[in-house]
């Protein structure tokens, strides 16, 4: 099967670039002929206010990738879609079988909509409006069906995207049931798989799935706790990091924290109430984006990942956290309540709630609770998971 992907790749950094790469990996690796699909620009720097790009890849680059698209050349999605529809059949050299379509942000619904458009056939479905849904297979691979920060716009662009496509992909069941109400496209849910890296999966001449990653010793030698806490990746409002601070403050008084990750919208606030809160000789502060290379120092030298957060559909820190040995500290929101086991190896709290939050962390420095935790911490089957994933997403549309 000819299957494009429409997505963020390398240069670009973060989760979705990272997922987008390797379900191509996966996918060419299945037998299938594959390419990516990506972007020149991605949207306007004013929009995000974070390092958009980096030089080294998080994992290893797919080859056949080019760059067709900007966010300020309407006629470049167009020609892409176009590009895919191909000049005849379904088995002509220039089209694709399959178009998987990345659902970012409703920032790019008009890209997406561009891109659809060029796809269209002269005739719809039999029973459908003609030119209503492009004549090629069309999957919305949704990370997130709206942001978890909204405007009033995003639910009609999403919806206008989600409706002119073939089926719909989500994570969790919930983002299925606000999916299933912006379309009457049929939507299916797969938990996401994990996409993990590390410094030494970056081999150029890679051509199938990601090589597995080095794993941190599930249940290592005992050891003293280091009275040391991890926040780990982009930190926006829905990311709770507030709740953490104020847990701390109220937790145990010796316990430590290391917040590494970019600051969307600056750090100034954050700065402003560790400084509120009297925390200034117990949190570090490392803004940024944090390379592939410094990721296994900071799990290393932790004791538990926090994941304070107030919303969220699905996490890789999790999985990232296990994969390295450590046990998680989350609150009950979308996968984290099934990818952490409370009481097993992590502990799970109300959202939005410092009090509890606090509670837990007394609790996780209990005499014997910590340790009893890491020893059950398992690291993510990752070839199972994918095999169940790639199964959602070559589904008949």
Partial sequence: MRIAIIGPTHPYKGG???????????????????????????????????QQRVDTPEGTPFPATSYPLSWRRPDSWLRLGRRLRGPGTPGSAAAADLVVL?????????????????????????????????????????????????????EPLVSAVLRRCSAVLVH??????LAAELTAAPVRVAEMAPHLWTAADQDPARSGPAS???????????REPARELLFFGLVRPYKGLDVLLRALA????????????????????????????????????????VPAEDVPALFAAADALVLPYRAGTASQNVDLAH????????????????????????LLVP????????????????????????????PPDIDSAWDGYLDAVLEPC
């Fill in 102 to 154: 990345v659902v970012v942000t409703p920032i790019q619904a008009p890209a997406y909509l561009g891109i659809l458009t060029g796809l269209r056939g002269l005739a719809g479905p039999r029973g459908r409006a003609a030119g209503t849904r492009p004549s090629r297979a069309v999957l919305a691979l949704c990370h997130n069906v709206l942001p978890h920060e909204r405007r009033r716009i995003d």
């Fill in 323 to 346: 994969l390295h040995g450590v046990p998680v500290v989350a609150t009950r929101v979308g996968t984290l309540t099934t990818s952490v086991r409370d009481g097993v190896d992590g």
């Fill in 250 to 289: 109220a937790g145990p008084e010796d316990v430590r924290l290391t917040v590494a990750g970019e600051f969307w919208g600056g750090i100034e606030s954050t700065r402003a109430l560790v400084a509120e809160l009297g925390l200034g000789e117990r949190v570090t502060l490392r803004p940024g984006y």
């Fill in 212 to 222: 597995e990653p080095t794993r941190g010793p599930a249940s290592g030698p005992a």
């Fill in 351 to 378: 959202p939005d709630d410092p009090a509890a939050l606090a509670a837990a962390l007394r609790r996780l420095y209990e005499p014997g609770v910590l340790a009893g935790l890491r020893a059950k911490v398992a």
């Fill in 172 to 177: 969790t069941d919930p983002q299925a049931k």
């Fill in 16 to 50: 979705i670039a990272q997922h987008t790469t390797e379900l191509a990996h996966r996918l060419a690796a299945r037998g299938h002929e594959v390419r990516v699909e990506s972007w020149s620009r991605q949207y306007p720097a004013r929009l995000y206010p974070g």
